[in-house]
């Protein structure tokens, strides 16, 4: 892939982010006028926690942590447009993928907006698959981020980005959802949660040991810091969560990506 059309794709999903926030934006101020954002009863979460101001379930925060991002995901593909405009990097090429991942998860904010969770339809289903997809991609797309660094594989790009894509749609389709319960981060609750959060745990290890073994010191530190702090906000229904992960995610990915740069100049 040349570097033009690289500049391309990243062009078209930044303008992607920016009319998506846009529009999100303007539903979620007509619907904060109307008193039309109904929070789901009775959701589940993932974890209990002391009864503390800190850890306490608030629905804000789950809003809050699902539109940061979305604004995350605009940031730095704006930040990697301008900064890598001229910069033949592989490792940029797929965390890209990591960037629409994030994307994905700014879907949540559709089933309190429209009431979802209230009957089963074909658009929530949708949105289901949309958020599973983007959970899928970002372990994935942070391995690929940290094992394919050579210029030489540069040119297997679009066959692992069409790979990675096809793989992820089949996975999406194949993992039922049950549509009847919806965790405190406005989400819908899959099938066989435990497997897949193996699995996913996993995947993020070895990229983690990945960009340990090529002695990429630095962004082994912050890549471990972009997976524990994306871990924190997916999960974020609290107010420390949402801060701790929100703060730790841009900090660490500011730090990736400016050692990234460093490395090709």
Known sequence: MTLRIRNRIILLLLFTSILFSLVISFLYIYAFIKSAIVP??????????????????????SLLGAALFMLYSLFFLFWIFVRFEKTQSPEIFYFCLFLCSTLCEAFRLFIPLFALWQ???????????????????APISLLMSSLFTSENQMQDFEKNYTIVITVGIAFTLLVPLNTSNISTTCAIVWGFPK???AIRTLIFITAIISALIKRQTKNYISL???IVSYAILASADNLLFFLTGSTLLFISTHRFLADTHKLYY
């Open 224 to 226: 471990s810091l972009i």
């Open 40 to 61: 789901p009863l009775s959701p589940t979460r993932f974890f209990t926690s002391p009864n503390i101001f800190l850890l306490r379930y608030n629905f804000c925060f």
């Open 119 to 137: 009957t089963y339809s074909d658009t929530l289903l949708l949105i289901g698959r949309i958020i599973l997809f983007g959970k899928f991609l």
């Open 195 to 197: 497997p897949f959060f």
